[in-house]
């Protein structure tokens, strides 16, 4: 069935690093493929999503292209701010099943 | 606010009772995805609803069940609670299905089965 694996956290880096968190997926299908983020204590927010293959994702600083070659959608952002700690789930989205799969998170810890 | 409303937020009940958590999408939204959040199992999809009728069901416990109503408010039922059964509780609702739409999610209920 459909699945999403991310990189088992927690991810610590200081203020202005460089930030990546692998994704990948495997789907019946051309799936797409969303970054959520969640704040402590609140729901998921949609962060960027990619509906085809090589499309790119972006928002606030954070981006991630749909690579269907690698089944990927990593994220990345340059330099990752305090206000960014928090966790970070991979998803992704069939047409046929009508499911919205999630990996288990990547939390993310930016210290100053 | 995301304009998915949960209630209640929490929710303590003791083993064995049944409980029902509700869902108000957001205007025009026809998807409705129930998930459990528990630490060691992360995000795990429940079943999901389109204007009705059930869509794709996920890990759904028997002892769980859930549907849309007319209004596209939706209820998950959870009968003979186990401990084990404590754990966030999210739901998201869409306009369609999510191949080319995004998920808004609310705040959750958090159960708490003592």
């Known amino acids: 069935g459909d699945s999403v694996t991310q990189m088992e956290g927690p991810v610590t880096l200081s203020e202005e690093a460089f930030l990546t968190i692998n994704c990948t997926y495997t789907?019946?299908?051309?799936?797409?493929l969303f970054w959520y983020v969640q704040y402590p204590g609140e729901g998921l927010q949609l962060l960027l999503k990619?509906?085809?293959?090589?499309d790119k994702g972006s928002n606030k600083g954070f981006e991630a292209t749909y690579r269907k070659e690698t089944t990927s959608f990593h994220l990345e952002k340059g330099s990752v701010q305090v206000s960014d700690s928090a966790v970070y789930f991979c998803?992704?989205?069939?047409?046929?099943?009508?499911?919205?799969?999630f990996g288990q998170g990547t939390t993310l810890q930016v210290k100053p | 606010d995301s304009g998915v409303t949960q209630t209640p937020k929490h929710l303590i009940t003791a083993t064995g009772q049944r409980v029902t958590l509700r869902c108000s999408p957001r205007?025009?939204?026809?998807?409705v995805y129930w998930y459990q959040q528990s630490l060691d199992q992360g995000l795990q999809f429940l079943i999901q609803?389109?204007?009705?009728?059930?869509?794709a069901k996920g890990n759904i416990l028997e002892r769980f069940s859930a549907q849309q109503f007319p209004d596209l408010h939706s209820e998950l039922n959870l009968s003979s609670l186990e401990l084990g059964d404590s754990a966030l509780y999210f739901c998201a609702s869409s306009v369609g299905t999510v191949r080319n739409t995004e998920a808004f999610f609310g705040q959750g209920t958090r159960l708490t089965v003592v």
């Open positions: 609803y389109y204007n009705g009728e059930e869509r």
């Open positions: 205007s025009g939204d026809l998807s």
């Open positions: 998803a992704s989205g069939s047409s046929n099943t009508g499911k919205l799969i």
């Open positions: 990619a509906t085809k293959a090589d």
């Open positions: 789907a019946t299908g051309y799936p797409s």
